[in-house]
């Protein structure tokens, strides 16, 4: 099945400064790739998606770009703000649709007053 | 309101006593599943539900049960809960684009 894999583990950065976090994924299949944000004692919530026939993707401070032939994705972060930091989890569906995810391990990101 | 909910929210049980966590949603959605959330093993994807009556196994399967006999509810099952199935559960609801998770069930077995 597809394996998922998130680095790095925990990224501290400065309020202001960018956050960029990388998956890779090992099936050449998937085709659907999502990044959800997990704060502190609450549920995953979805903030940005993309799809393979797309490159890039961006909403506001947050973007997420696409490279099929290295099979790795980043989610970035700019103007980082003490609310980003959370656990953010790649994921990433070999199948049409959203019902088959393989999540990575997250990264728990801390952003320093 | 569209939502997912989780009942119960928290729950000590102890080995072999056999327990169910409800699932239930309201916003006409195919697709359910259930996940479980460890520290450092992130979202494990436990049982999924294209539709009522069908249903497939996930990544970590092993000693749950799942039912779709609704459309709206996707109930949890665990027939002789084990210490190494405490764990934050999570049941999730899901269009094609967006997974909408319930609020977590923390449970823990001795």
């Known amino acids: 099945g597809e394996n998922v894999e998130q680095h790095p583990s925990t990224l501290s950065v400065q309020e202001g400064d960018s956050a960029v976090i990388k998956c890779t994924y090992s099936?050449?299949?998937?085709?659907?790739f999502p990044w959800y944000k997990q704060e502190l004692g609450k549920r995953p919530q979805l903030i940005i998606d993309?799809?393979?026939?797309?490159g890039e993707k961006k909403d506001q401070r947050i973007a997420v770009t696409l490279n099929k032939t290295a099979k790795h994705f980043s989610l970035h972060i700019t103007e980082t703000q003490p609310e980003d930091s959370a656990v953010y989890f790649c994921?990433?569906?070999?199948?049409?649709?959203?019902?088959?995810?393989?999540f990575g391990k997250g990264n728990q990101v801390v952003v320093i007053p | 309101e569209a939502q997912v909910t989780q009942n119960p929210r928290y729950l000590i049980t102890v080995t072999g006593k056999k327990l169910t966590v409800t699932c239930s949603q309201n916003?006409?959605?195919?697709?359910m599943s259930w996940y479980r959330q460890d520290p450092g093993l992130g979202l494990r994807q436990i049982y999924y539900?294209?539709?009522?009556?069908?249903?497939d196994k996930g990544d970590v399967p092993e000693g749950y049960k799942v039912s779709r006999k609704e459309k709206r509810n996707f109930p949890l099952i665990l027939e002789s809960p084990s210490p190494n199935q405490t764990s934050l559960y999570f049941c999730?609801?899901?269009?094609?684009?967006?997974?909408?998770f319930g609020p977590g069930t923390r449970l823990t077995v001795t």
């Open positions: 999730a609801s899901s269009t094609d684009y967006e997974q909408y």
């Open positions: 099936d050449s299949a998937s085709n659907y």
């Open positions: 993309i799809r393979s026939n797309v």
């Open positions: 994921a990433a569906s070999p199948y049409y649709g959203n019902n088959r995810l393989a």
């Open positions: 916003m006409n959605h195919e697709y």
């Open positions: 539900s294209m539709n009522v009556e069908v249903t």
